[in-house]
């Protein structure tokens, strides 16, 4: 069963995620350079603060809590002891171009919390080789919005369709780490769907994926709750596949991410 991200400081709304089982809560500090590379589109930009860290950890009784801190800079040292010293179980790196990056990084968190390091930039996925047996490590997750701007990309999905996401789970599988990526929309939404992008999640042993905003709407008819569970249906459907049919899979939603590419105008 594949673990269900939820990026949320509303701890009512993290309960309900803790209640249902199969969650990990994120609080996201990440701040720097975020505003200027994600300008003009429509993707999330947190609002959270250190203090968050508790607040949430505090109505956790069955699910880990991830927060992801700053890239590497001068001030990473505290915000990973704020973080821990708030309850985080698992310490995310994001926008790291470097090996030597990553292990610095592990120096800080010496051992106190697992690793996440968050491939999102064309300079991460070019040396992964390189860092994915790096000490620490807890599981590597795959940033599909940066890094497909990283790489050149017209559409989040196309690292998918172009096969790196399989290269990166083959390379966690060699260093004997989970791997997840990208965010996924409710089960019939999207221009890839819900459902496709879980089927893909499967294929590939994906352990973990991040909610999108889609599945929580306040005033959706369909509820959080009933969301999720259209979900957890679909996944026990897709897992039914013979190898042919998640082959068939594969090649049409690989077809259906290049069709949509196409469409898009080049990134400026």
Same mark, same amino acid.
């Given at each position: @069963?594949?673990? =269900?991200? +939820?990026?949320? $400081?509303?701890?009512? #709304?993290?309960r309900r995620c803790d209640e249902l089982g199969g969650f990990r809560l ?11 590379? +994600?300008?003009?589109? $429509? ?16 109505? *956790? ?8 801190? $700053? ?6 040292? !505290? %915000?990973?002891?704020?973080? *821990? &010293?708030?309850? &985080? ?5 994001? @926008? #790291? ?8 990084? &592990? ?6 919390? /697992?690793?996440?390091?968050? =491939? ?8 992964l080789d390189e860092w994915v047996a790096t000490p620490g490590l807890g ?18 999905? %196309? /690292? ?27 089960? $019939? ?14 294929? =590939? ?17 369909? /509820? #959080? ?21 998640? %082959?068939? !899979? ?8 290049? +069709? ?9």
């Amino acid at each position: @069963m594949l673990e =269900l991200i +939820q990026i949320t $400081n509303d701890p009512g #709304f993290a309960r309900r995620c803790d209640e249902l089982g199969g969650f990990r809560l994120f609080v996201d500090l990440e701040r720097l350079g975020k505003a200027q590379r +994600q300008a003009g589109r $429509n993707t999330f930009i947190s609002v959270h603060e250190a203090a968050d860290v508790a607040r949430i950890k505090q109505v *956790l009784r069955r699910s880990r809590l991830m927060v992801r801190v $700053n890239p590497l800079h001068e001030r990473t040292a !505290d %915000e990973v002891a704020a973080a *821990l &010293a708030g309850g &985080a179980d698992l310490l995310m790196l994001p @926008m #790291f171009t470097r090996a030597a990056q990553l292990r610095e990084f &592990a120096g800080i968190v010496a051992g106190r919390a /697992p690793i996440v390091p968050l =491939l999102e930039t064309a300079g991460a996925l070019e040396s992964l080789d390189e860092w994915v047996a790096t000490p620490g490590l807890g599981e590597v997750y795959v940033g599909l919005n940066d890094l497909h701007l990283s790489l050149g990309h017209r559409f989040m999905f %196309e /690292p998918l369709a172009l096969g790196l996401v399989d290269r990166v789970a083959a390379a966690a599988a060699g260093a004997g780490l989970p791997f997840g990526f990208g965010g996924i929309a409710r089960m $019939n939404e999207g221009q890839v769907t819900g459902r496709d992008v879980l089927a893909e999640h499967l294929r =590939l042993g994906s352990g973990a994926v991040i909610l999108s905003r889609t599945f929580h709407r306040p005033e959706d008819a369909l /509820p #959080f709750e009933a969301a999720v569970a259209d979900l957890r249906q679909a996944e026990h459907q897709l897992a039914s596949r013979d190898a042919a049919q998640v %082959e068939a !899979d594969r090649v049409r939603i690989a077809s259906t991410i290049r +069709q949509v590419a196409a469409s898009l105008p080049p990134l400026r």
